[in-house]
């Protein structure tokens, strides 16, 4: 624990690289060893939310971490459930990395009209609206009329209906995101949605299994792979 | 716990009201009890975390939660050091109620400058724009020449050098805001941040002890004084 007395004199980058130190030290003190591939995604969430829960409630499909970095590295547009998750994510280094952008649909006039209509939550409009704009257009494609679409990866910290929207389309084969990041958070339908998610094997994913999560999170991650992205090309 | 293999069919109010029955049937399975003029506040912050350390780690000064509701009845002006922090907060609401405004300058261009020239952090540097635009003008007001400055909370989910920064205005006596929401969340300076606005009695406040926090807790804790003001209104 911090040494509540003292101020420590430093420079953002070096509190940054100080907390994950501590992070670091405090993970191996509780015998935890987290795998080399996800360590960077895990440590982030953690350094979010200063909650340690994330070392063992994150789980990742198998490379999903690295999908997530090739899409962005890719251009990888960013879809979100939250304007307060899009708005944590560094779309600056986004955008540098491979001209990638995000976005979030909730608070769009179509969407709350689509949604009163279908007798749905926004949330689940607005991923409707996202596979609209990037799912599938296997047809198209196959007639040469459109180019292969761009990545695309989902990031969701609130609405489970978000995560269960996007399971049907998974199952209709109308929308397959690169990687899904499901990290609602709270107390009804919200493990169930993340249960959905790992129940399937056609796209990755991340999610934080039981109740936790957040559009905090759900930004950290989507940064920890933008971060770790950069840093692999400039090596 | 929710029964993993069981989706709920409710509305987004429905879910509302049911997660915060479960919030408070599992405080008391813990043998929590919530002061009544506080309970809101702390429900609020579990709700947006999923995470019950909030019951113990928040800490108010006497009649923090209702003083910061009256300001927002006055039309408070909200500061947050960031801008997911202002993008959680229900300024729609915030509106309706007092005419009050959400506010963040992290990203501001003069700002960016100030920070750099005198070599603080962005943060610190967004507080003193704060401090400039809503701070005391006791001469001015004992002049006649302004009226009482309007209500000001600002709400810090981040940046310790934000909360240090309040500290030393209150010191000075030049930027005292109505309430003071300080939730940072981190490894380094954060405890000692917060215990500086915990030892003074000059401002009101509402703290995250320890290390958790985060801006969707600072929007969270605004949110539900915007909600209580609200309803406290319409009885």
Redesign the interface.
């Known amino acids: 624990?911090?040494?509540?007395?003292?101020?420590?004199q430093?420079l953002?980058h070096q509190?940054e690289e100080?907390?994950f130190e501590?992070?670091d030290e405090e993970l191996k003190e509780m015998g935890i060893s987290l795998k080399p591939e996800e360590a960077f995604v895990v440590k982030r969430a953690i350094?979010?939310?200063?909650?340690f829960d994330y070392a063992s409630s994150l789980v990742f499909s198998p490379g999903a971490a690295a999908v997530g970095m090739e899409a962005i590295r890719q251009g990888a547009m960013i879809i979100t459930d939250?304007?307060?998750a899009?708005?944590?994510i560094n779309s600056r280094q986004l955008k540098e990395i491979g001209g990638g952008q995000a976005f979030c649909f909730m608070a769009d006039e179509d969407v709350a009209v689509s949604a009163k209509e279908k007798g749905c939550?926004r949330a689940a409009a607005s991923m409707e609206k996202a596979a609209r704009l990037f799912g599938e257009t296997k047809e198209a494609v196959s007639e040469n009329k459109v180019p292969k679409r761009m990545p695309v990866i989902v990031a969701v910290g609130n609405a489970p209906t978000a995560l269960?929207v996007l399971c049907q389309f998974i199952q209709e084969g109308s929308f397959l995101p690169d990687l899904i990041i499901g990290v609602p958070?709270?107390?009804?339908?919200?493990?169930?949605s993340k249960?959905q998610i790992l129940s399937q094997n056609q796209v990755p994913y991340i999610v934080s299994k039981?109740?936790?999560?957040?559009?905090?999170v759900a930004?950290a991650i989507v940064n920890a792979l933008i971060y770790q992205a950069r840093q692999d090309i400039m090596i």
Not at 1 to 8: I, S
Not at 185 to 192: I, K
Not at 210 to 216: D, E, I, L, T, V
């Open positions: 624990m911090e040494n509540k007395m003292e101020f420590q430093l953002p509190i100080k907390s501590i992070i350094h979010t939310t200063a909650d939250t304007n307060m899009k708005s944590g939550t269960a958070v709270g107390f009804v339908n919200v493990v169930w249960e039981g109740r936790k999560g957040g559009s905090n930004a």
